[in-house]
């Protein structure tokens, strides 16, 4: 089992910085990915970053240029830092951690952490 746990939301202005950190425990040598969704309400869960064990990392269109992802594999932790942020940034953002061997995969996701945009 791999356990997750998220810091960082909270309330910021219209064009103000976050920044969003998760902290993996547990068998987590079979982690092979990690990364952050959002989901606001309303809407579907949906892809903000995501960062390989070797370092690849991925965006979703909205947020590039604006969104950083990046790991510290010494401290198991995944970071997000978020910039000028936007009222539609404005969701529940939930770290993803994916193990997974030659033929299967698990997910496992933290509890959740809210980030509030004010206009």
């Known amino acids: 089992q791999v356990q997750l746990v998220e810091s960082g939301g909270g309330l910021v202005q219209a064009g103000g910085s976050l920044r969003l950190s998760c902290r993996a425990s547990?068998?987590?040598?079979?982690?092979?990915?990690m990364g952050w969704y959002r989901q606001a309400p309303g809407k579907q869960r949906e892809l903000v970053a995501t960062?390989?064990?070797?370092?690849?990392?991925n965006y979703a269109d909205s947020v590039k240029g604006r969104f950083t992802i990046s790991r510290d594999n010494a401290k198991n932790t995944v970071y997000l830092q978020m910039s000028s942020l936007r009222p539609e940034d404005t969701a529940v953002y939930y770290c993803?951690?994916?193990?997974?061997?030659?033929?299967?995969?698990?997910?496992?996701w933290g509890q959740g952490t809210q980030v509030t945009v004010s206009s």
């Open positions: 960062i390989t064990s070797g370092g690849n990392t």
């Open positions: 547990g068998i987590i040598f079979s982690i092979t990915s």
């Open positions: 993803n951690a994916r193990a997974s061997g030659s033929s299967w995969y698990k997910d496992y």
